[in-house]
């Protein structure tokens, strides 16, 4: 168990709508990561938060926004949702930004039907 | 841009040693990192690489040769649990965290 929690586990949903995804960082991380995994597909950055700010920022859609909270949890705003979209979304969490030893919650299931 | 290529599947018997190799192209380099995964779980952190040189931890040592922009992955006294997906990762910026993932390479270990 890394620390990182991410809810919910599992979510299917169908083109056209909008879910939010949650992660909490682990107790002391500031910097919050978003990763896509498509199936047989390696890990794709989508953003990066520190402290409450966006720090980098990957090939994330425009359909895609995210936000980091005073409280350091962050939300995974999808809308529009296309069957593209299928995947496992993973939020990652380290101490200070700059660090490769990033720490993996165990992922949403997303599932656009 | 950034890419990483690392071989897709590899197979080996309990007991023996393995290595998985990557190559990297990248503008900036600031470290080379690999992460397991299992089936459908969540990446772990294994090793890190900024020097060049071989990182030993336990059964498992992570080399890079910034030179050749390549680094190694070696995996000692596998074990069946050892069977899983490796993906190796670079760093291109100082002051972020963003890194870029290779495909991943499926380890398949055999009784």
């Known amino acids: 168990d890394s620390g990182v929690t991410q809810t919910p586990k599992h979510l299917i949903t169908a083109t056209g709508q909008r879910v939010t995804l949650r992660c909490s960082p682990r107790?002391?991380?500031?910097?919050v990561y978003w990763y896509q995994q498509s199936l047989d597909q390696g890990l794709q950055f989508l953003i990066q938060?520190?402290?409450?700010?966006?720090?980098a920022k990957g090939n994330i859609l425009e359909r895609f926004s995210a936000q980091q909270f005073p409280d350091l949890h962050s939300e995974l705003n999808l809308s529009s949702l296309e069957l593209g979209d299928s995947a496992l979304y993973f939020c990652?969490?380290?101490?200070?930004?700059?660090?490769?030893?990033?720490?993996f919650g165990p992922g949403t299931r997303l599932t656009v039907l | 841009g950034q890419s990483l290529e690392q071989p897709s599947e590899v197979t080996a018997v309990e007991g023996a040693i393995v290595q998985i190799n990557c190559t990297y192209q990248?503008?900036?380099?600031?470290?080379l990192s690999w992460y397991q995964q299992h089936d459908g779980g969540a990446p772990t952190f294994l090793s890190y690489n900024a020097l060049d040189g071989l990182e030993e931890t336990g059964r498992f040592s992570s080399f890079l040769s910034r030179s050749d922009s390549y680094g190694y992955l070696l995996l000692q006294e596998l074990q069946m649990k050892d069977s899983a997906s490796y993906f190796c990762a670079v760093r291109g910026s100082s002051n972020t965290g963003k890194l870029i993932f290779g495909q991943g390479t499926t380890l398949q270990v055999k009784p």
């Open positions: 990248t503008s900036g380099f600031y470290g």
């Open positions: 938060y520190y402290n409450g700010e966006e720090r």
């Open positions: 990652a969490s380290s101490v200070v930004e700059g660090r490769d030893e990033q720490f």
């Open positions: 107790s002391g991380d500031l910097s």
